[in-house]
């Protein structure tokens, strides 16, 4: 069954340093997603990416998060300047373009800031 | 705003007994309902969805949820558990407006013992 990728698995990152965390979601979805769950927390939607432009954001996403499409199979989060509650663990996800479609997760990256 | 509470953050319960983890919504529609599951270190693994028609629906791994309007409720079932379902559950709210972000539950962590 196909599946969202992420890499890596654990980052750990100097505070202030930028980070970029990449996905590649499933072939035929278009919808792409970042979710994060910061430990002992609820998974906190991030943003939703669709036709190459932000499609919906929560008040998280601020200044210092963006996304990308660079090409057509990765799907990168980048934190400009990571600050010590950004540790977390990121998910990405991915569903077709159809309707309401269940959004599939990859494993997660567990970003930690030091 | 939408929310999803799940009021029991642990249970254990023994294995080839009956399980149910509740999960309840405040939206003023509608939702779209989901229950995901986590296993230590992984990703969040999609294990049945309701978005209209039969109330009660089944899922992957032996797993069924069931619809109640009147209650918002959605809670999971399985009939026998077994060890290997020792991980984390999260129900999660999607919205029919077009917006595609999931609203996520505390998540209740359940403990099989043998």
């Known amino acids: 069954e196909p599946e969202v990728t992420q890499t890596p698995s654990h980052q750990v990152t100097q505070m202030g340093q930028e980070v970029i965390l990449r996905c590649v979601p499933i072939s035929n979805h278009l919808y792409f997603y970042w979710y994060r769950q910061i430990l002992g927390q609820k998974v906190e939607f991030l943003v939703s990416?669709?036709?190459?432009?932000?499609?919906?954001k929560s008040e998280i996403f601020d200044d210092q998060f963006s996304v990308e499409r660079p090409d057509g199979s990765n799907f990168t989060l980048k934190i400009r300047s990571t600050k010590l509650e950004d540790s977390a663990m990121y998910f990405c996800?991915?569903?077709?373009?159809?309707?309401?479609?269940?959004?599939?997760f990859g494993d997660g990256t567990r970003l930690s800031i030091l | 705003a939408q929310s999803v509470t799940q009021p029991d953050i642990h249970i254990t319960v023994s294995e080839g007994a009956s399980l149910e983890l509740r999960c309840n919504y405040s939206?003023?529609?509608?939702?779209?309902l989901f229950w995901y599951v986590q296993s230590p270190g992984q990703g969040l693994q999609l294990l049945l969805k309701y978005f209209s028609g039969d109330t009660l629906v089944q899922g992957i791994k032996g797993f069924e949820a069931e619809f109640k309007r009147s209650q918002s409720s959605f809670n999971l079932r399985k009939p026998s558990v077994h060890w290997s379902d020792a991980a984390e559950y999260f129900c999660a709210v999607g919205l029919d407006t077009g917006r595609r972000a999931l609203t996520f539950g505390s998540g209740t962590r359940l403990q099989v013992q043998p």
């Open positions: 990416f669709y036709n190459n432009e932000i499609s919906e």
């Open positions: 996800a991915s569903s077709e373009a159809r309707g309401n479609q269940p959004q599939h």
């Open positions: 939206y003023g529609a509608t939702p779209y």
